[in-house]
């Protein structure tokens, strides 16, 4: 802090070297330092020339013109403002203050001073009331308060602009991937459980930070700053699919510069975990913020996780805090339960759980299953996935994810595949025709067996053989379903052809159980007993009468059996 030496009267604390490193690193590396000082203004620089070159930098940047001394000198000297005896070599002066690396931190430090020199104004404002005695104590309270709220009057805190003011604005959306994800605007990302939100999440940061395309197919615009802060996964889980989501990239987790992962969770109840989450953004130069989950930073909130007046003012301090700071962030949350009927379909923002959220967002990414997940599937996921905002950016695509098992060779990975919204319907209308032909075939194999073994039991009722419309009568079964059944069982060798006599003499084809199945007691045989196939010994093998069995099936068959009674006898 400077003061007027010789005098007791202190100067409103300010660095004015600071002030200089700023404005000199902006005219030498002007696209990183405006970068890194992206959230001051002109009247943070206490020093009046510093505001005018300040001022005059922002035009230029916003009007993407070229940037250095004599551009800066050129504009101030059209709008009438260049004292070229002082400005010119004030302009040259600063090249030599320039270190584009202290630009984050000198600029915080010159907001800083800004705000100390805010709070002097406003606690000898309060003191000049406090002496006039014409100011009743309540009036001096209320003023006290206002004050110490900033101190901001109503034209900062709500200005205005007329229709013409509006029309000639600039006021372009910035996308961090173009028709995806814009620039600024709080978001929710959205799914029920075990939809790989954290997992997707995880490639989005990495994305971000590297310029690398997000799931490997959506474009992202530069490199931007990211923080993953999550309370829920644990670090070991993080690393482990951070790492292969990075591989994923072509490259290791650690050449990804400007990414910070943080495994606490800041309540949006409480001041202190905001002025931290604050210090982590400014002191990392933070662009884009993922919290992870929602459901831990409203502790404390209870049973209000519902009300829309309760939940709204915590989720607009932390939007108004993101704005002030030029953040994009999105929080993670879960979806309400869902109907089975609309189990497999894409998450809607109707879907979304509590009060106040679908509210808060002007952007979302929601995700959801287009199938079970199979287990037997080896780690494959298919996905819905739907990007929408307020800025009028709305798609739907299918996104099929690979992750493997740790057991394969190589560990798990990260195989991502985009489907554009048409070509995901196609594939699961062929999936669902698929499962309904797999189903189908089940329930006629089923049904088949069933057959059979009505059939079976029938024809204990007809030692002697009996004709197919009898046995289907006994075994409650159509003719063709019966024999359908008794082909089959003919095919296994459970049953064999014979013909049966009737009262006048005449013969007719009949069916009875093969000799083999005569003295089952049960009328289901042994699933190893079909397609057996059995040579008996002659009679001078010393093994005579007992069949030997050349299957390969396990346990106990009948042949085996017949080890234990050489007679062959059953």
């Known amino acids: 802090m400077s003061i007027v030496k010789g005098s007791t009267e202190k100067v409103p604390p300010h660095d004015t070297d600071s002030e200089r490193t700023i404005l ?15 959230f001051l203004n002109a009247s943070d620089f206490y020093v009046l020339q510093n505001q005018k070159f300040f001022q005059a930098i922002r035009h230029l940047s916003n009007e ?3 940037i250095n001394p ?47 020199r805010e709070a002097i104004q406003q606690a000898r404002e309060i003191e000049r009331l406090a002496y006039d005695p014409s100011v009743s104590i309540a009036d001096l309270k209320a003023e006290a308060f206002e004050l110490s709220k900033g101190g901001t009057d109503a034209k900062e805190r709500f200005p205005s602009f007329t229709a013409a003011e509006l029309d000639a604005g600039d006021f372009e959306l910035e996308y961090l991937i173009p028709g995806f994800l814009v620039k600024g605007q709080p978001g929710l990302y959205v799914g029920p459980q075990k939809t790989l939100k954290t997992n997707t999440a995880i490639d989005l ?11 490997g197919d959506f474009r992202v615009n530069g490199k931007h700053k990211a923080a993953f802060v999550s309370g ?7 690393q482990e699919t951070a790492r292969r989501i990075a591989l994923s990239k072509g490259q290791p987790l650690k050449n990804f510069d400007g990414l910070h992962f943080v495994f606490n969770l800041p309540s949006l109840t409480s001041d202190e975990d905001l002025h931290h989450l604050r210090h982590l953004i400014e002191d990392n130069g933070i662009e884009f913020l993922f919290l992870d989950p929602l459901y831990l930073m409203l502790d404390g909130i209870g049973d209000s996780a ?5 939940v709204g003012p915590l989720l607009r301090r932390l939007g108004e805090m993101m704005e002030e700071l030029e953040v994009t962030v999105l929080l993670c949350h879960h979806t309400k339960n869902r ?33 079970a997940y199979d287990p037997d599937s080896g780690g494959h996921h298919k996905l819905w996935l739907n990007a929408g905002g307020s800025a009028g950016h709305s798609n739907l695509w299918g996104i099929d994810i690979t992750e493997g098992r740790r057991t394969d060779e190589g560990g798990r990975r990260w195989d991502v595949h985009t489907l554009t919204a048409s070509e995901a319907i196609a594939s699961t209308i062929d999936q669902e025709a698929e499962r309904e032909q797999e189903a189908k075939q089940a329930k006629q194999e089923r049904r088949d067996r069933e057959d059979r073994e009505s059939v079976l039991e029938a024809l204990k009722r007809f030692p002697d053989g009996e004709a197919v419309s009898q046995i289907a009568t006994a075994a409650k079964l159509p003719n063709k379903r019966a024999t359908v059944a008794l082909m089959d069982l003919h095919d296994s060798k459970q049953v064999e052809q014979t013909e049966v006599t009737r009262s006048n003499n005449q013969s007719y084809p009949a069916w009875k159980l093969a000799t083999r199945n005569q003295s089952e007691s049960v009328g289901k045989l042994p699933e190893f007993r079909v397609a057996h196939e059995h040579k008996r010994h002659s009679d001078s093998s010393p093994l005579w009468g007992v069949s030997e069995c050349v299957c390969e099936c396990e346990g106990e068959c009948e042949c085996r059996q017949s080890d234990k009674n050489p007679s062959g006898s059953r």
């Open 24 to 38: 000199g690193s902006i005219l030498v590396d002007p696209e990183r330092s405006i970068q890194e000082s992206r």
């Open 64 to 66: 993407r013109d070229e």
């Open 70 to 116: 004599l551009t800066v000198a050129e504009y101030l000297e059209k709008s009438g403002q260049l004292h070229k005896d002082e400005d010119v070599p004030a302009l040259a002066n600063l090249m030599e203050y320039a270190d584009p690396q202290m630009v984050n931190r000198m600029s915080r430090k010159v907001h800083e001073l800004r705000e100390r």
């Open 205 to 215: 940061v990495l994305s971000i930070a590297s310029g690398f395309p997000f799931l």
């Open 232 to 238: 829920e996964s644990g670090k070991a889980t993080i």
């Open 306 to 310: 519902g009300n829309l007046f309760a």
């Open 339 to 371: 109907d089975r009927s609309r189990m497999y379909e894409p998450t809607e923002l109707e879907d979304i759980a509590w009060a106040g959220f679908r509210e808060f967002a002007r952007q979302w990414i929601l995700l959801s299953r287009r199938s």
